[in-house]
């Protein structure tokens, strides 16, 4: 709406003698409609110059268009966290069932060992349910997968054999919390768990520039790519990823049939 105070006059609705003289509204269009609006005023012995309609034009559409894009980047953001929550629930009761088959199988023959399993059980789920979802540091990421891991390597005894190659300094690196649990469960469910023959499963992080390598490799290279729910963990793990580095961060999978298969994440050292 436009009221340059000449062929259109401007009134106002608050005092009878009010010194504006005219004035122009525009609407702020976000996803479902007019959020608000943008309102420049002239005084009465004043003209609206066009330039200064133009002006007010480009801030409103300007406003508008930031408001749709951050619409858009919660609503990304919202997606996310509840497919992270999908993901913790699709994981939490298979492992869950598994872990109590195990210690239901070696408490009579071994109690004590029973009871420290039960202890990493316990870790395991209250990280997971006190964990936030945002960044956090690698070495609280590889705390919450020693204790998954303490339980695994008791349900497959020799056939599962850890190795980390992680130096000090770089645990301090910033990830997205809950992006290793998934990567080290896909290694065991789908590579590790169908081997007659020992499985081993590398966790190693190096230095490369201003940027950090995490490596999680098995020695199945059981690895094909899939459509199915199977893939969720890491379409989840790529795109949470991407929303906290962008291009910084890159995810890559590497897999040589019945050798290896490597899973490599790059991150930034700090943070943005």
Do not use: W
Request: proline share 5%; net charge neutral.
């Amino acid at each position: 709406m436009f009221a340059d105070g000449q062929s259109e006059p401007y009134r106002c609705s608050i005092q009878a003698h009010c010194p504006l003289g005219s004035v122009l509204v525009i609407p702020l269009q976000g996803e479902k409609g007019v959020l608000g609006t943008i309102k420049l005023y002239e005084p009465r012995q004043r003209l609206f110059l066009k330039i200064n309609r133009t002006l007010g034009e480009g801030i409103a559409n300007l406003l508008s268009r930031q408001l749709l894009s951050s619409r858009l980047a919660q609503q990304e953001n919202l997606l996310t966290q509840a497919e992270l929550k999908l993901l913790r629930a699709q994981i939490n009761p298979h492992f869950l069932f598994n872990t109590l088959n195990t210690i239901g199988a070696i408490t009579r023959t071994d109690p004590e060992r029973a009871r420290g399993l039960l202890l990493h059980l316990s870790h395991f789920f209250r990280k997971n349910l006190k964990r936030q979802e945002g960044l956090t540091t690698l070495a609280e990421e590889l705390e919450h997968c020693q204790a998954y891991l303490e339980i695994e390597q008791a349900r497959f005894g020799e056939r599962l054999q850890v190795d980390y190659q992680i130096p000090a300094e770089l645990l301090t690196t910033r990830l997205p919390a809950f992006t290793l649990q998934p990567l080290i469960e896909n290694a065991i469910k789908h590579g590790i768990a169908n081997r007659l023959e020992p499985g081993r499963l590398q966790i190693r992080a190096q230095s490369q520039g201003s940027q950090v390598l995490l490596e999680i490799e098995d020695n199945a290279g059981a690895y094909a790519p899939s459509d199915d729910s199977d893939g969720l963990g890491l379409t989840i793990v790529q795109r949470r990823l991407h929303n906290a580095f962008g291009s910084e961060a890159r995810l890559s999978i590497h897999n040589q049939a019945d050798c290896y298969c490597r899973v490599s994440l790059t991150l930034p050292k700090e943070a943005p």
